[in-house]
């Protein structure tokens, strides 16, 4: 009898198992309407505009999410469900067989009973097997469940950071790397890596930090690299301090009032100052000695010389002082007019330009002669020149021109911003130009074909860049807040570009590495050694060959470079200066 209870008590246990699991079933499949139900008042709110995009997607994102993991839940439920249901009917049927057994079994006789018994053994033993079988079926099936979601949601997250990515908005480019981050932590699969090529190409920006800027502080500016940056105190003492740290590095003396304004020069050692009652100084940073200059009534400060030897100070009858740096001496005066709001020099110091309401003047660095008249329709608020020398990007009104300033020739323009642009920059070795807009927007433009790239919600005045295009500083529209940026210009995937070979359509291209040190890069190529420079693209030399070279690599040292032959010897070729 001892088998019989155990029967009745398995019976008993599934009965209390399979209401667990049909309740659960129902419950969930309730929490899955309402999930689909908010999903759907989510995005009605959306079109009606009452979300915006930046609350909208990241709530859509999770509600899917959950939607996802809900349903599989009820899936395996129900399988459970199912499954136990079937034990049930086999119990029940094998429990009718035993009432069946027990009520002859007082009139059976020893051998009878023991077959019985070994029937409901043999009996049993098919049941546990199975049971069994039915757990594995139902744990395969949840597996193939559990992965089919699992790519489910990988295919939903993928497919959200491709339209990410294609947006054209700020973050596209860190958020759709991200998402690859973290799925390559399970996966290297080929549409994963293609997403990251994609993304690495983009153009980007990204908050790095953010700081209040007091009212009463006049001065923040920044070093040339945007690694220190210079602000003031009340009684006019300049305060130093490291971008990332905000650590206090040095304090330039002041004379007891609020200062005004100041410029840095171009070396980041030097910066003038004017202060409330228009005395100006000259520091030094370094030794902290200041230098009291002439500026008299209606002065401006304008900018230091590219040499930083002297500081350029214009009066009130439009004429140029140029006074030395380390004395405050006057050393030469151009008496002009040059009735400029702002000049700017070109890399080589060769020329400068200043704007004067409509137009903007290209000037000889040398003596100050007029060179050519860039003629606009409207204002112009701002001039970047480009650090190949020549160029030199304007803005007028919601239009950026560009010029070829030698010859005075227009090259090209660039539209989009929809208000007054007030800033511009170019970075990248001039690949990309940054612009800042009343619009309310900074936007980065392709510097040869005018096109926009990517455009940011945030932008402000005094926009500032790295020498690598790497960063980008400006101040908030009501100058309470300092804000820095990543920029990205999506150079980590570039061309090298071989020129056409007379009298050979095809080339292959064998082999390419870096040099030690990372400036250069080698193509091995059927016709010799190409060696580009690695942050201009340009290429510098050809190593020739007149056989077919199969391999090649930099010296160690980095003073030459080593090919090798078809028998399998390396010579040293050439070296690299």
Known sequence: MIIFRRLFLDRTEQKLLIVPAAGAGVVLGRQVERVKKTIARLIDSYADGLLERKEFEPRLQAARQRLARLEEEARVAADAAARQAELRLLVGRLEEFATQVQAGLGEADWGTRREIIRALVRQNHRLLHLHLIGKAAHDALSERHRLKAEQALYDSELNQARARRMTGVAGRRFDTLQFVRKAAAGTNRLDLRNEAIASLILPDFQPVKKWPKAPDLILELFDSHLRRYFTNDATGNVIVRDVDT???LASLPGRGLPLTTGIL?????????????????????????????????????????????????????????????????????????????????????????????????????ADGTVLTNLAHPETVYAMAWHPDGRRLATSCGKTIHFWDAPTGREIGIAEGHESRIVGLVYGDLGQVLISTCWDHTLRLWQTDTHHELVKNSRAGNNIQMSPDGDLLSFLSWDASLTELWQVASGREVRRLELPSHAGNIYRITYQGGFSPDGTLVHLRVSDGTHLFDSRSLQRLALLPSTRTLLAGQFHPAGTGFIDGNTDGRFAPVAEVN
């Open 246 to 248: 905000d650590r206090q």
């Open 265 to 365: 020069s171009g070396n980041d050692r030097l910066l003038v100052a004017v202060d409330r009652n228009n005395q100006a100084w000259i520091w030094n940073v370094e030794t902290r000695a200041p230098v009291s200059i002439d500026f008299p009534k209606g002065a401006r400060l304008m900018a230091f010389t590219p040499d930083n030897r002297a500081v350029i100070v214009k009066h009130a009858d439009d004429s140029f002082h140029f006074l030395n740096s380390s004395s405050g001496a006057e050393e030469k005066v151009w008496p002009g007019p040059f009735a400029l709001a702002y000049i700017s020099f070109n890399a080589s110091g060769e020329l400068f330009c200043g704007n004067n309401k409509t137009n903007v003047i290209i000037h000889n660095s």
